[in-house]
């Protein structure tokens, strides 16, 4: 079975400073990986995704993600952060095979600080 | 216009009521899901449905039921609504890679 593990519920970082946020998977098969944003009384929105290929990740707002078999991982990072990119983030994994079904990680809260 | 609605947005209700939540898709997906999300515990699947004919439990099905009345309609239906099934409920799609789009959310209080 897949399970997605997110370190740190709660993360705060300075404005301009770099951001990174923690995702670790367990999986049998090879993974779809994916980041989404859930911004205050908003649903979830893509951020990006990882599926075959480059295993860096570029995705909108200057967000990236780089898929680390060896680790099992898929840390999602931003070199600056700015305000607006306060909201919670959501680590998600799924198998190819079979039912397409995301298992989330249980999000990380990101504060930007002034 | 959304491609994921939800209706209604909140929705506060009492111990024993049915509820139903209503999720309309216009992105022409035959995969759709229903999912709730309580803080701290992330998004846990309730039921998902890949086509008109096919409906399956998620983790935590029990309490609820579902109806898929037609390939952009699933609908959640709360029978005997309890205090824990406070929670805000999502409404997702996919495509055929597996990518996921979420409604605005459904935020359900149960008194």
């Known amino acids: 079975a897949q399970s997605v593990t997110q370190l740190g519920s709660h993360v705060s970082v300075s404005e301009g400073a770099l951001v990174l946020l923690r995702c670790n998977y367990s999986?049998?098969?090879?993974?779809?990986l994916f980041w989404y944003v859930q911004y205050p009384n908003q649903g979830l929105q893509l951020l990006l995704k990882?599926?075959?290929?480059?295993?860096l990740v570029k995705g909108i707002n200057g967000f990236e993600a780089e898929f680390k078999k060896s680790e099992t991982s898929f840390h999602l990072t931003k070199p600056s952060a700015h305000m607006s990119d306060a909201a919670e983030y959501f680590c998600?994994?799924?198998?190819?095979?079979?039912?397409?079904?995301?298992?989330f990680g249980q999000g990380t809260r990101l504060t930007i600080n002034p | 216009d959304a491609d994921v609605t939800q209706t209604p947005r909140n929705r506060i209700t009492k111990t024993g009521k049915r509820i139903m939540l209503e999720c309309s898709q216009t992105?022409?997906?035959?995969?759709m899901y229903w999912y709730r999300q309580d803080p701290g515990l992330g998004l846990q699947l309730i039921y998902y449905?890949?086509?008109?004919?096919?409906?399956n439990k998620g983790e935590i099905s029990d309490g609820y039921s579902v109806s898929r009345q037609a390939q952009a309609k699933f609908s959640l239906s709360l029978e005997s609504a309890i205090p824990n099934q406070t929670a805000l409920y999502f409404c997702?799609?996919?495509?055929?890679?597996?990518?996921?789009?979420f409604g605005p959310g459904t935020r359900l209080t149960v008194l």
């Open positions: 997702a799609t996919s495509d055929f890679r597996g990518t996921q789009y």
């Open positions: 999986s049998s098969v090879p993974p779809y």
């Open positions: 990882y599926t075959t290929g480059a295993t």
């Open positions: 998600a994994v799924s198998i190819i095979q079979g039912a397409q079904k995301l298992v």
């Open positions: 992105k022409g997906h035959d995969r």
């Open positions: 449905s890949f086509d008109v004919k096919d409906i």
